[in-house]
């Protein structure tokens, strides 16, 4: 008869080193992570200038609040890959950490996609601008006339173009996609 092995089993504990010493443990992702990984910092991008080119013009807190969630998504991808890929770096891995930190990113970026989806929604009244001007500053930097087409003159707190409005809902449709 053959010998029975018993399972291979896999932990969080370190294992032993064949020198003797504990080697750190360390979740190996598929290949495929790494390419979804990859695809999310390019999504971010996409997120990040897309959210940008509203802010230049007129500062949505919903928008910065996106901002945030893409340099938090830069961070935690950059721990993740640089802790499991990088073997002087495998000490900082902690499973748990990036688990908690998925799940953090997921948090966020549902958070985002609400709220500028809520503050996209929110642009319905047909306005005509006029007479607009670029300060020069980084954020808020436009101002215009604003006239109501159909309606009396009501109180805005801000005023997107038809380009702004489509780039508001590309960022709260990629942060769908990021979710």
């Given at each position: 008869?053959?010998?029975v092995k018993p399972p291979v089993q896999y932990a969080s504990a370190p294992v032993a080193a064949p020198s003797g010493s504990q080697e750190h443990y360390v979740q190996h992702t598929p290949v495929?992570?790494?390419?979804?990984?990859?695809?999310?910092?390019?999504?971010?991008?996409i997120i990040l200038g897309m959210a940008g080119a509203v802010i230049h013009d007129v500062m949505?807190?919903?928008?910065?609040?996106?901002?945030?969630?893409?340099?938090?998504?830069?961070i935690?991808?950059?721990?993740?890959?640089?802790?499991?890929?990088?073997?002087?770096?495998?000490?900082?891995?902690?499973?748990?950490?990036?688990?908690?930190l998925d799940f953090l990113m997921a948090v966020l970026w549902l958070a985002a996609l609400g709220s500028i989806?809520?503050?996209?929604?929110r642009f319905v009244v047909p306005v005509s601008t006029s007479n607009c001007r670029d300060d020069g500053s980084a954020v808020s930097s436009k101002t215009c006339d604003v006239y109501p087409v159909k309606r009396a003159l009501e109180k805005r707190g801000a005023v997107l173009t038809q380009m702004?409005?489509?780039?508001?809902?590309?960022?709260?449709?990629?942060?769908?996609?990021?979710?």
């Open positions: 008869m053959s010998e495929w992570i790494v390419v979804a990984r990859g695809a999310q910092v390019f999504f971010s991008l949505i807190e919903e928008l910065a609040f996106g901002i945030a969630c893409v340099v938090f998504t830069w935690v991808i950059g721990y993740v890959l640089i802790t499991e890929k990088v073997s002087g770096a495998r000490e900082a891995y902690n499973i748990w950490a990036v688990l908690s989806a809520a503050r996209r929604a702004g409005l489509g780039l508001t809902s590309g960022a709260a449709g990629l942060s769908a996609l990021m979710w």
